[in-house]
């Protein structure tokens, strides 16, 4: 039933300081962006192995659910948690959970970025494992 990771979507008061401060972080323009007249209402970036969608959505079109909107934790999948953490703080991110070895294979880490989205790192071999598996690498 599910398939993979799609798209992530973060929420922004500031899309334009977002915008800014994804693209220093991630090195790439967005590859789309969506207007609603003369103010950009969405962006996303095409980033990672597998070029996984990562949005950004002013936060103006977040309808809140009833009961309140939940929220879950992404993972993105990196080399490094450690470097991947220290540079996320570099580029103006705070610690929401350091570096925590979870088991053999698997460290994760998680900041807030400045639009107040959580957004985590982690080295997970599985997710090398398939990707080796895909490319033959």
């Avoid at 609603?36 to 809140?64: C, M, P």
């Amino acid at each position: 039933m599910l398939r993979g990771l799609t798209t992530v979507t973060y929420f922004a008061d500031d899309l334009a300081a977002a915008r800014r401060w994804y693209t220093e972080l991630l090195g790439v323009e967005p590859y789309f962006e969506k207007s609603d007249g003369d103010d950009v209402a969405y962006l996303e970036y095409r980033i990672g192995d597998y070029l996984a969608e990562l949005g950004l959505l002013d936060r103006r079109y977040v309808q809140d659910k009833p009961g309140g909107a939940g929220a879950g934790l992404v993972y993105w999948a990196v080399d490094d948690v450690h470097a991947a953490f220290d540079r996320l703080l570099a580029v103006g991110a705070t610690e929401h959970e350091r570096p925590i070895e979870r088991g053999p294979g698997f460290v994760t880490a998680s900041v807030t970025d400045p639009f107040g989205n959580v957004l985590g790192v982690m080295y997970n071999e599985h997710y090398l494992d398939v990707l080796a598996a895909r490319t033959g690498a």
